[in-house]
């Protein structure tokens, strides 16, 4: 795990679709078609988390998720953040509205 600079959040960022950086964390909020669409991503999410030991902070409200990435152990955003946003985007395309 590799704590990332400014330099490498903003480059990563640009691999990565509607993350914002702020307050030291990836941030974005994913958008679905309903409630049950927004658990239904979460339910595809924790598998890939627990793959990787990476977790996100999740906030739902109704359709809309908000994913906060941050590598806790490290007090900021490192490569395993940028891998995880990776896949959550892949599996948001599955069926975001
Ligand atoms: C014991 C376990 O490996 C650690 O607590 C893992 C779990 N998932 C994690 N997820 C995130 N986002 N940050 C961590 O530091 C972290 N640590």
Same mark, same amino acid.
């Given at each position: 795990?590799v704590?990332l %600079?400014?330099?490498?959040?903003? +480059?990563s960022? %640009?691999?990565?679709?509607?993350?914002? *950086?702020? %307050?030291?964390? $990836?941030?974005?909020? *994913?958008? *679905?078609?309903? *409630? +049950?669409? +927004?658990?239904?991503?979460?339910?595809?999410?924790? @598998?890939?988390?627990? +793959?990787?030991?990476?977790? @996100?902070?999740?906030?739902?409200?109704? %359709?809309?998720?908000?994913?906060?990435?941050?590598?806790?152990?490290?007090?900021?955003?490192?490569? $395993?953040?940028?891998? $995880?946003?990776?896949?959550?985007d892949?599996?948001?395309?599955?069926f975001?509205?």
């Amino acid at each position: 795990m590799v704590k990332l %600079n400014l330099k490498d959040i903003e +480059s990563s960022l %640009n691999e990565l679709k509607g993350w914002k *950086f702020e %307050n030291d964390t $990836l941030v974005k909020d *994913f958008l *679905f078609k309903d *409630f +049950s669409n +927004s658990v239904k991503f979460l339910t595809m999410v924790q @598998p890939v988390a627990d +793959s990787l030991d990476h977790h @996100p902070d999740v906030c739902i409200f109704y %359709n809309k998720v908000r994913v906060t990435l941050t590598t806790h152990d490290e007090g900021g955003v490192t490569d $395993l953040d940028v891998k $995880l946003a990776k896949k959550l985007d892949e599996l948001a395309k599955l069926f975001e509205y």
